[in-house]
């Protein structure tokens, strides 16, 4: 059967550059990988490619491959690994690297076709892993928020056991069966070739050791459970859904990979007399219809203290009263917002004899100067 054109085969021209090459090949390895690929043609893609690669990728052999295309490797005698098809030899091309970088964490076990030598990934358990954030949600009153505060909060977190350091036993020793590699490999011959296969060792769960005594506190797995009790700085101005980050407080690491990160999400409160948004505050003050009309001054508490507001004659009931800086800070910046006073109208529920003589008057009121009443006018008569 007549070989295929390498850069056909990636998909890529022939200007094509070795990051492209090799963005092609990792699209190519994903979807025709036989742990993967379901496709009956999988594996033969998936070899076209990989011999496809292992020639572009290499300066030397693509230069050759460009003069003389596929005539470059037939003093190659014996072609893809010792088949009789005819084409560049790559056996001991290592592809470790870019499988590794391609599926991750996964533990994908048949990786390589025909003699590839240390062809598949380093088995993961081996790696020294940083360790999981935690995520603690703390309700914290609206003064805490406003003032800033220091607050304790108990936590179980996955941690090294004491007894024996993270290490899970004691009197360490190299595992007999991997000889310290946490893989063991075997080899399977199909009609595609001598397939490699590694997989974690199940007498020391990929450690690469074993141990003479097994910690009797962790049972082995180098951690336990332990109650914590971290103490928090609040912020000022921290709101709801905001995050500070404690580092190195979350669970251990693995393979003596450092800590993870814990997290802190605030909730909070709603206070009985503000509403706060972002940096700004709103207080509704109650006022009647004479503070309104002849204009007046209250004394309210602010987050610093007492102050006296203005309110101005022919002032309108929602009308909204800004004083600057009295609102909360911002958690970034520390800079406070500002203070919005919303007057709300209270109609009395009783009035005296006298008090309803003077609203009988105040009936008579002429409105005709008002430009929201003229307006009014005008469009009720148009209806």
Do not use: W
Request: aromatic share 10%.
């Amino acid at each position: 059967m007549n070989k295929r054109d390498y850069y056909e085969v990636l998909g890529v021209s022939k200007t094509a550059s070795q990051d492209e090459i090799k963005s092609a090949f990792r699209k190519l390895a994903k979807k025709y990988h036989p742990d993967v690929c379901k496709d009956p043609d999988g594996p033969e893609k998936f070899k076209e490619a990989q011999e496809a690669y292992a020639v572009l990728s290499n300066e030397t052999e693509r230069a050759k491959y460009d003069k003389y295309g596929h005539n470059a490797f037939n003093n190659n005698a014996g072609g893809f690994n010792g088949g009789s098809s005819g084409g560049y030899d790559f056996s001991g091309f290592d592809f470790s690297s870019i499988f590794d970088d391609l599926f991750g964490g996964n533990d994908f076990s048949s990786f390589g076709f025909g003699n590839m030598g240390g062809f598949g990934r380093r088995n993961s358990s081996q790696r020294s892993r940083r360790g999981n954030d935690l995520v603690y949600n703390l309700k914290i009153d609206f003064n805490d928020s406003a003032y800033g505060a220091k607050k304790d909060v108990t936590i179980d977190v996955v941690d090294n056991c004491p007894n024996c350091n993270g290490e899970g036993g004691f009197d360490k020793k190299t595992c007999s069966t991997c000889g310290g590699s946490g893989v063991v490999q075997e080899q399977t011959r199909t009609i595609l070739g001598t397939i490699m296969t590694k997989t974690t060792c199940r007498e020391c769960n990929g450690s690469g050791y074993t141990f003479k005594t097994t910690c009797s506190e962790c049972r082995g797995k180098g951690k336990i459970k332990q109650r914590k009790t971290f103490t928090v700085d609040i912020p000022k101005g921290i709101n709801t859904g905001e995050q500070i980050r404690m580092s190195g407080k979350g669970e251990a690491g693995i393979g003596g990979g450092p800590n993870g990160d814990l997290y802190i999400e605030f909730e909070v409160k709603e206070h009985p007399l503000y509403k706060r948004d972002e940096s700004d505050l709103y207080m509704d003050l109650p006022v009647t219809i004479t503070d309104l009309v002849l204009g007046t001054t209250k004394t309210i508490n602010t987050l610093y203290g007492q102050i006296e507001i203005k309110i101005p004659a022919s002032s309108q009931p929602e009308e909204m009263l800004r004083v600057k800086g009295k609102g909360i800070a911002n958690v970034h910046s520390g800079r406070p917002g500002d203070l919005y006073i919303v007057l709300k109208l209270i109609i009395p529920n009783k009035l005296t004899k006298t008090q309803k003589e003077i609203f009988n008057e105040l009936s008579k009121t002429d409105l005709s100067d008002n430009e929201a009443f003229r307006k009014f006018e005008k469009l009720n008569r148009n209806i």
